[in-house]
Each structure stands twice: as structure tokens, then as C-alpha cells.
């Protein structure tokens, strides 16, 4: 089974069925986030493009796949945003539908939560008054 993080463990990448599955749970989430009148206005302007790389680039970091980027690179992506925890935790939500409705298994669900959760500190900057 082919690895993509290069430590030869199949990843949560592969479990879930590699690129095929991965491009389905981005367009499953890209229609929730989009659906969601709290997230959409976030993604006004941002250009079709951006916002699949956004979520593909999302969904295979998560995943352990072949995505990379830092802890920096999502601050800098984000600063400015003002993104709520709420905003947050509905982006997490979305990406947990269009991963359980993909078949994803539960502990696949949980690390992707888990990462996720790594990432709070760099993409939330507004607190909730
Ligand atoms: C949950 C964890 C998240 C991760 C891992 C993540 C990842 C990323 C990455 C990697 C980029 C840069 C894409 C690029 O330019 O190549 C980005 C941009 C962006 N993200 Fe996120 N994101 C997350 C959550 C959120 C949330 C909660 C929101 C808003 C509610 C959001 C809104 C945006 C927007 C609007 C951009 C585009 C900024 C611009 O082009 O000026 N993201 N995100």
C-alpha cells in the first residue's frame, strides 16, 4: 500500500481511499461551508481556486497526506480574518459530515479532530465578546 508521508505506515491518506475520496470529501465540504450563512461571507472574493486548494490542502493535512504546510503559514493565512472560536469549531463540524458520510472510519474521524484542534491557536484571533 502506497505511503505518502513517507514513513512507509499507511496513512489516514490511504485508509479512506487516497485522492479519489479525498477530492469527494472536498466537494461534500465545500457545499456545507458554502451553505453555512455564518462561514460563506468569509469566502466572498477569495477565488474559486484558493478555496479548493483551502480545502484540499485542509482535508490532506488532516489526513496525512501529501499536504504540507506550517503552523506559520496558516497564522499568516488567517491574520485578519477575525475567526471566532464558533466560526471554528463550524468549519470542524462541516469537515466531520462530509468524512462520516464518506465512510470514514471513527478513529480516522478522531485524529482529524484531534489535528484540527492543534490548529485552533493559529486560526482563531477573535475572541467571542
Ligand atoms: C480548521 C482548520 C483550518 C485549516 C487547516 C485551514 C487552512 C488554510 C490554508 C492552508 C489556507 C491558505 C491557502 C493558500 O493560500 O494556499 C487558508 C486560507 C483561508 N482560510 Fe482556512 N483553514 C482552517 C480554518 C478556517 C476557518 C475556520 C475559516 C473561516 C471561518 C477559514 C477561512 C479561510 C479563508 C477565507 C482563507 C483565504 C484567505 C485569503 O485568501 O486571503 N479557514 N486556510
Do not use: C, W
Not at 461534500?28 to 484540499?56: I, N, T, W
Not at 489526513?63 to 497564522?75: Q, V, Y
Amino acid at each position: 500500500m502506497a505511503d505518502h508521508n513517507g514513513t512507509g505506515a499507511e496513512s489516514d491518506y490511504d485508509r479512506i481511499g487516497g485522492g479519489p475520496a479525498v477530492r469527494a470529501v472536498v466537494e461534500r465540504f465545500y457545499e456545507l461551508v458554502l451553505a453555512d450563512a455564518d462561514l460563506a461571507p468569509f469566502f466572498v472574493g477569495v477565488d474559486m481556486s484558493g478555496l479548493k486548494r483551502h480545502q484540499a490542502l485542509l482535508i490532506s493535512q488532516v489526513l496525512g497526506g501529501p499536504a504540507e504546510f506550517t503552523g506559520r503559514e496558516l497564522r499568516t493565512a488567517h491574520a485578519g480574518l477575525a475567526i471566532t472560536a464558533e466560526h471554528f469549531g463550524a468549519v470542524v463540524a462541516h469537515l466531520v459530515t462530509a468524512l462520516t458520510e464518506a465512510g470514514a472510519p471513527p478513529e480516522v474521524i478522531a485524529r482529524v479532530g484531534a489535528a484540527l484542534g492543534a490548529t485552533e491557536k493559529d486560526i482563531v484571533t477573535q475572541p467571542v465578546s
